[in-house]
């Protein structure tokens, strides 16, 4: 994790100081998150910049992550809540890793950008976060083959854009969610083509408000569910369908006569309910090519005379349908029939299957009917009919008869055969191709769940799928030899089943790449089969014969990105980032430089002849390095409170007893004498009861050392981490939150000239002994990083979760980098968390875990304990989304530093809190010891220091 802290520094420095278009660190972080819950990830993910260095699967547009497509890539895991970060994220396509398991966490609902969430045959659990009803940009939801659970969001209903929905084949629950008032529903989905709800566990009664006239469905799938009630007649009003399944239920009730109206149709599965009254009329359905209304409860009726009219028929299934007396012969004419059902009826007189029929004819099942005679025609083709358990083959003499026997399941199963060539031997993990040449395919298992023919041995039909699935291969650039389909059969919901294997034209395997670009051109039904196949899916095997991963791209930044990271275990790192810190705060400051000293009349001022003599310090003397010397004990070490990049900080005693803090410039850290006087000039002129009063200053014998008054409570990092003694409670958080901003807020809108603090953290808040907040080292950022000693790293990293990212995007410094870094503070002042913890921002850790339904935002579990869990926390959710406004990706969004004052002052007033009141809200004591909190989240810093002695000031309620 550490190396993933660094990482994150990496990105944002060389982010910077390159200009390039880096991976924006907040996607960068996000897809680290991801990753650490993944194994098996592809090898090259490696580095800080996905983007640049063109990680497997990731695409990039301006350094934003726009795409992950990672089928079939063998991930295991879960999906973690970081996902929702990916703030431009368009497509995320996981499909084909069956090891991805647990819930879909609700921050997908983040993403404002998704049109494409495809997670098919991947081994998610749970229900579908209703979150995903605010994709609002969302075309193409596939979650199908999983193991969802629960109910369907209604809040589908909203994703107006829908074009695609497959949910089929999970674990689904309860009823069909239609639109009422307030709730949102599946009718609401007009532009939607495709509704797959089959092989789940749904219920209850089809509402007739599903369906309406301004819909555009062309394939409604709800088969093999437990739906009940029966078929609405507002379907008959859907006219784009062309496949309707609503099979394998427990519906009732007559089928609604309308439904003829339907005259696209091409496939209509009502088999396997409880339908009752007429067998329905269908005769305007003329492009029926596949009807099954078997084992329903039918009224008995004599053969429908519409059948025989409809002249796209391949496929009749009307077992045990109640259909009695003699068969047309005129039904056997259709020229594309291929397959008639008619088992268990009570179809009597002679079959006569005639002369006419089309050479498809397959076929003809009437098992267990009162046949008596059949009529066999010398033609040519080989139509099998099978009569077993009629009158006829209970007459003697014709028992011996082909069609009075059960005929063995015909092997002619299809397999694409060589193409012109002789299949070689191949080893054990390599197959031969239709071209003869021996590598490892691509595998996996071609599901049509309503293809519109039955016949499975006319091997036109494979030919054609397996040239139009090449086609659109090449059109994608895929380096595909051959593909190969094999073993057609029909699986017991009547979904056509085809083995697939695509080939590689480059080498004896594909790479990471074509593979998940083969799975997304499935996956995502890029590909589309010939119509008579109708609507697919796919589930690919594992691939494990990767090709031999090429070493990522050796572009010249990702070259130095490796030497970096490659040597970031042996602390190099940390002097590259010394360095880089160094050269970008050297360049600020020379460009200040210039600006400045042409207009600036001290340029040469000479602080050893003129000291006595700068009428611009306000209250601020001028000491001697003898007298600070004296304060301090000779910067005895026993003085020493504090020390940083810039060098340390000594407690010293005046001579009237006052307590200041000297902060003394070290060596290599300090800045040019006009600097030096510029920034005390400047300090001296800013006064504010939130600010650290600058006392005086000292700048001779090439030493510079500023004098501030003295806090005896100390930081408030200090007093966050349990150290200090002082128990922090929600009220004196909201003091000292009120207190730092009012601080900052002055800064911003009321020094002249305004100052940017740059460097807001929880150790440049200081606490006075009534637990007001100052604000301490304002003006002196420029200090930091000029250092190339250990200490800048601190410094570095210190400071590192507070910085800005657009300002290290833009390198445009303004007050809304400040409202940043007071936004981190909020959250620091809740939760007592470091800003990066355990590789973790925590901006990010909470918009990953707030859940603005549940109470405290769902964000107990970071909470700081010490802030009174269980106690009133009155205006913390106010708090929060302040503090996550303040954080805001863009300046322009983020509230300025008034805004936040105002806002606080509201938070308190709600809370019932005086924000005027100067004094500790409460009277209370410090507390003994910080024993209430044993794991506190700072303990593996420097709590275990504590020892148990504070400083004896007493808090006095004004
Ligand atoms: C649909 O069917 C009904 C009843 O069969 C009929 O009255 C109506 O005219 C049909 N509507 C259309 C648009 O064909
Ligand atoms: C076939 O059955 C129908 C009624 O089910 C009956 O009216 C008819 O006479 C029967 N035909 C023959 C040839 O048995
Ligand atoms: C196979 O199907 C094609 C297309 O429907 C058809 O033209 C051809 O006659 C069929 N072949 C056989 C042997 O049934
Ligand atoms: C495939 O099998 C051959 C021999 O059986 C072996 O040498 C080779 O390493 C295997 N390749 C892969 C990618 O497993």
């Not at 670009?517 to 089969?529: C, E, H, R």
């Not at 209250?619 to 910067?635: D, M, Q």
């Not at 936040?900 to 005086?914: A, D, S």
């Amino acid at each position: 994790m550490g190396v993933r802290v660094l990482a994150i520094l990496l990105v944002f420095l060389l982010g910077d100081s390159t200009g390039d278009a880096a991976t924006n660190p907040y996607d960068f972080s996000a897809i680290m998150g991801l990753k650490s819950d993944w194994q098996n990830t592809p090898p090259n993910w490696v580095g800080t910049d996905p983007c640049g260095n063109g990680w497997d699967g990731i695409h990039c547009t301006n350094s934003r992550i726009t795409s992950i497509t990672l089928s079939s890539m063998g991930l295991t895991g879960s999906l973690s809540g970081d996902i929702g970060q990916l703030s431009k994220l368009q497509i995320l396509d996981l499909s084909y890793n069956k090891g991805l398991t647990g819930s879909l966490p609700v921050q997908i609902g983040n993403l404002m950008k998704l049109t494409n969430l495809i997670l098919v045959g991947c081994g998610f659990s749970g229900q579908i976060p209703d979150s995903i009803g605010s994709l609002h940009n969302l075309v193409f939801l596939s979650l199908n083959s999983n193991e969802f659970s629960g109910l369907i969001p209604p809040t589908i209903g909203n994703l107006s854009r829908l074009y695609w929905l497959d949910l089929a084949d999970n674990q689904l629950t309860g009823s069909i969610p239609v639109s009422n008032g307030s709730n949102f529903g599946l009718d609401m989905l007009l532009h939607t083509k495709h509704f797959h709800f089959g092989q789940n566990q749904l219920s209850g009664t089809i509402p007739s408000q599903l369906f309406s006239s301004g819909m555009n469905l062309i394939h409604v799938l709800f088969d093999s569910n437990h739906l009940t009630g029966s078929i609405p007649s507002t379907l008959g009003l859907v006219q784009s369908l062309e496949v309707v399944r609503f099979d394998r239920n427990s519906l009732y009730g007559a089928v609604p006569a309308n439904l003829s109206n339907l005259t696209s149709v091409q496939e209509l599965l009502l088999s396997n309910n409880r339908l009752t009254g007429p067998l329905p009329n269908l005769a305007d359905m003329n492009n029926l090519n596949y009807l099954d209304l078997s084992n329903n409860s039918f009224d008995a009726t004599d053969f429908p005379t519409w059948i025989p009219t409809l002249q796209s028929l391949t496929t009749l299934i009307l077992e045990r349908t109640q259909v009695r007396g003699e068969l047309p012969v005129i039904l056997f004419s259709i020229f594309s029939l291929q397959k008639v059902v008619l088992r268990n009826n009570q179809l009597n007189g002679t079959l006569d299957i005639g002369t006419s029929h089309g050479n498809q004819l397959q076929l003809i099942d009437l098992q267990t009917n009162f046949i008596d005679n059949f009529k066999q025609s010398t033609g040519v083709y080989s139509v099998e009919v099978i009569l077993v358990d009629n009158l006829v083959c209970e007459e003697t003499g014709a028992a011996g008869q082909s069609y009075c026997t059960i005929p063995q399941s015909n092997t002619s199963s299809y397999s694409t055969p060589p193409n012109n060539c002789i299949p070689p031997l191949c080893n054990s993990n390599q197959t031969s191709s239709p071209n003869c040449k021996c590598s490892s395919p691509y595998t996996g298992t071609l599901v049509f769940r309503s293809p519109s023919f039955s016949v499975l041995g006319n091997s036109t039909y494979f030919e054609s799928l397996a040239s139009s699935m090449m086609i659109s291969f090449q059109s994608n650039q895929l380096p595909v030899d051959s593909i190969s389909l094999s073993d057609p059969r029909k699986d017991s919901f009547d979904y056509l089943q085809l083995n697939i294997a695509v080939f590689p034209s480059e080498g004896v395997s594909f790479n990471r790449m074509s593979i998940y670009t083969i799975g997304f051109v499935l996956s995502n039904q890029t590909y589309k089969p010939p119509k008579l196949f109708g609507p697919f899916y796919f589930i690919a095997d594992q691939y494990t014969n990767f090709a031999e991963v090429q070493v990522p791209k050796t572009s010249k930044k990702s070259t130095n990105i490796g030497v970096i990271v490659g040597a970031a275990a042996g602390g190099f790192v940390l002097l590259m980032l010394l360095a880089l810190v160094g050269v970008y705060a050297f360049r600020q400051k020379k460009r200040a430089e210039k600006a400045t000293e042409q207009r600036n009349p001290f340029v040469n001022w000479d602080p050893k002849k003129s000291s006595g003599e700068v009428p611009q310090l306000r209250g601020a003397r001028c000491f001697s390095i003898e007298e600070l010397k004296k304060y301090t004990n000779n910067f005895s070490e026993a003085n020493e409170i504090g020390s940083g990049g810039y060098g340390k900080v000594y407690r010293g005693t005046l001579p009237t007893e006052t307590l200041v803090a000297i902060k003394r410039a070290q060596q290599g850290s300090m800045q040019g004498g006009f600097e030096f006087k510029n920034e005390i000039e400047l300090l001296s002129r800013v006064h504010h009861k939130n600010l650290v009063t600058l006392v005086g200053f000292c700048f001779e014998q090439g030493e510079q050392l500023l004098v501030y008054e003295f806090l005896p409570n100390g930081t408030l990092k200090e007093s966050l981490s349990g150290k200090s003694g002082i128990r922090l409670d929600w009220a004196r958080r909201l003091k000292v939150s009120i207190g730092a901003a009012r601080g900052l807020a002055y800064l911003h809108e009321l020094a002249n000239p305004p100052i940017i603090h740059r460097d807001i953290k929880s150790t440049n808040i200081l606490l006075d002994d009534h637990l007001n907040a100052k604000v301490a080292d304002f003006g002196l950022s420029k200090l930091v990083g000029e250092d190339e000693s250990g200490h800048v790293t601190t410094q570095v990293k210190g400071t590192m979760g507070y910085l800005d990212p657009e300002y290290y995007m833009t390198q445009q410094l303004t007050e809304k980098s400040d409202v940043y870094g007071f936004g981190v503070l909020m959250l620091e002042l809740l939760t007592a968390r470091r800003p990066i913890e355990r590789g973790r921002h925590i901006v990010r850790e909470v918009r990953v875990l707030m859940n603005k339904d549940k109470d405290l935002y769902n964000l107990q579990g970071i909470l700081d304990p010490a802030i009174g869990l269980g106690t009133s926390l009155k205006g913390l959710e106010r708090f929060v989304e302040l503090a996550m406004r303040c954080v805001e990706e863009s300046g322009a969004d983020r509230p300025t530093m008034g805004e936040v004052v105002k806002e606080i002052e509201n938070i308190m007033v709600f809370t019932g809190l005086n924000p005027k009141a100067e004094s500790a809200t409460t009277s209370a004591s410090y507390e003994e010891a910080s024993k209430g909190y044993s794991t506190h989240p700072y303990s593996n810093e420097d709590f275990l220091e504590y020892s148990g002695g504070f400083p004896p000031s007493r808090i006095e309620p004004q």
